[in-house]
DNA sequence: AGAATAGTGTCTGTTAGACACTATTAG
DNA sequence: CTAATAGTGTCTAACAGACACTATTCT
């Protein structure tokens, strides 16, 4: 037999009955915190519970297609600020019971996003929210989605350190102190302004200057900041690192 | 419709028919160069060539508990042995068109195991091996196989930096010397042994003392070393980096 | 004026890496 | 003996972080 005839004889049906599906962790900084995209599940399962956004991947699809398609329906997000979100695959989940209808694997997707308007709940979300993680202990979340967030939120805490990513969460240009509002907020950690200022600009490649200044100062003083864009750098070096917090090493 | 009813309606087969499988990258060393684990595939697709092991995820089956078996049955491994063998989810691969047979969607595991013996070939496979990676670049791949291995690849060497995974290609105890081979059969770099030796002592919780020592000295003279175990770190810091390639960095 | 912020200067302790050296063992 | 290796000492340049200071802008 050989491969075409192999093929022609195929019966998909034989293998096991599994689905595939894309979840979405979407982060954005709104108001100097950093908030996760949830919606609101309208059917069964879990219907009334908030969810990451996410569905079935269709034939012919790409996972990524597939995460940024359900992103954008779920927001109403499209054309050049959709282009402008990054994502990025996570991982995979697929314990045999995390979905009660039948077996079903989801591979996860991160996506990063400067601060978007409020979603308009798309076809199958009952509503959409962009939710402060800092409130997620106290919500009840669908399926294994926490796990997913916790999991993502660790990825995006660590990925500050070695690549531009900062720079996905600030506009096309930006200042120094809109970039270090980025990294306290995703860390949780106030930062030392004047050494970050320097460290940032001493890694090749993260940031280039525009020439220009911010139109004025702060609204409670100071001077005119000067105004960068990222810089074509995809690993920093030397990283900027997390200060160190000896119990989460062991 | 309350959950029960819409659970008790629900029709699996209304969703697209996708198949999970899960391919191992599995790593070792052996005569100080780095291998993976390739099986020659016995059945079309792609007779005939290499390829990583793996197959269908079975209903009931967790995709760690997948991978495992998988590699057990190429390796013909089991028992305590296995039980050295260290997994983790690497990433998930899905392009509609990788698999001829029907829509595949792969979750690609990474398994890191000291020096293992010679595989015997499993049920599936017409044949096994271990691969040196240098081998690579001269033997065709089946499916995106050889994308996935580079991956590995980098993630294991990135790794490296940040986690005790080296001394999971050791034995259970093992010299600073058998250490720093491992840095360097992966990174494919020599390194200062005297600096590795501090650095390696340095680091809390990478190594701890057995107390023992080697039975004799090298092959080719020089004093007995001590032994060490695995610590109980699960992250370095300080890390051990890689020496900076300004290339790579852009 | 007074307060806040952008950006720079400087000092200190830590670390990576280069180099050198001693002690121990195989052949 | 000689060669090779384990492990340590020491120096230097780079870097993180603390602190201080100037210049600029808002209220």
Same mark, same amino acid.
């Given at each position: 037999?050989?491969?075409?005839?192999?093929?022609?004889? @195929?019966?998909?049906?034989?293998?096991p009955?599994?689905?595939v599906?894309?979840?979405?962790?979407?982060?954005?900084? &709104?108001d100097?915190?950093?908030?996760?995209?949830?919606?609101? $599940?309208? @059917?069964?399962?879990?219907? %009334?519970?908030?969810?990451?956004?996410?569905?079935f991947?269709?034939?012919?699809?790409?996972?990524?297609?597939?995460?940024r $398609?359900?992103f954008?329906?779920?927001?109403?997000?499209? %054309?050049?600020?959709?282009?402008?979100v990054?994502?990025?695959?996570?991982?995979?989940?697929g314990e045999?019971?995390?979905d009660? =209808?039948?077996?079903?694997?989801? /591979?996860? @997707?991160?996506?990063?996003?400067?601060?978007?308007?409020?979603?308009?709940?798309?076809?199958?979300?009952?509503?959409?929210?962009?939710?402060p993680?800092?409130?997620?202990?106290?919500?009840?979340?669908?399926?294994?989605?926490? =796990?997913?967030?916790?999991?993502?939120?660790?990825?995006?805490r660590?990925?500050?350190?070695?690549?531009?990513?900062?720079? $996905?969460?600030?506009?096309?240009?930006?200042?120094?102190?809109?970039?270090?509002?980025?990294?306290?907020?995703?860390?949780?950690?106030?930062?030392?302004?004047?050494?970050?200022? $320097?460290?940032?600009?001493?890694?090749?490649?993260?940031?280039?200057?525009?020439g220009?200044?911010?139109?004025?100062?702060?609204?409670?003083?100071?001077?005119?900041?000067?105004?960068? &864009?990222?810089?074509?750098?995809?690993?920093?070096?030397?990283?900027?690192?997390?200060?160190?917090?000896?119990?989460? /090493? &062991?």
């Amino acid at each position: 037999m050989n491969e075409q005839e192999f093929l022609a004889g @195929y019966d998909p049906r034989a293998y096991p009955a599994v689905a595939v599906t894309v979840d979405v962790v979407a982060f954005t900084i &709104r108001d100097a915190a950093l908030h996760v995209l949830l919606i609101q $599940r309208a @059917y069964p399962p879990f219907a %009334g519970f908030w969810a990451l956004p996410g569905g079935f991947v269709r034939p012919e699809e790409d996972l990524t297609a597939a995460a940024r $398609r359900e992103f954008a329906e779920e927001t109403g997000l499209g %054309g050049e600020p959709l282009r402008r979100v990054h994502f990025e695959q996570l991982a995979s989940y697929g314990e045999p019971d995390r979905d009660p =209808r039948m077996r079903i694997v989801s /591979v996860a @997707y991160l996506a990063f996003a400067p601060d978007l308007p409020e979603p308009s709940a798309g076809t199958d979300a009952g509503d959409a929210e962009w939710l402060p993680i800092t409130a997620l202990t106290s919500r009840e979340l669908a399926f294994d989605h926490r =796990r997913i967030v916790e999991d993502g939120l660790e990825r995006a805490r660590s990925k500050l350190e070695y690549t531009p990513l900062a720079t $996905r969460f600030v506009g096309e240009e930006f200042t120094i102190a809109e970039l270090r509002a980025v990294y306290e907020t995703v860390w949780g950690h106030p930062l030392h302004a004047g050494n970050f200022h $320097r460290k940032v600009l001493s890694v090749p490649g993260l940031v280039e200057s525009t020439g220009n200044t911010t139109e004025h100062g702060g609204p409670r003083g100071g001077p005119r900041a000067k105004l960068y &864009r990222a810089g074509d750098a995809r690993l920093l070096h030397p990283a900027l690192l997390r200060p160190a917090r000896e119990e989460t /090493v &062991r």
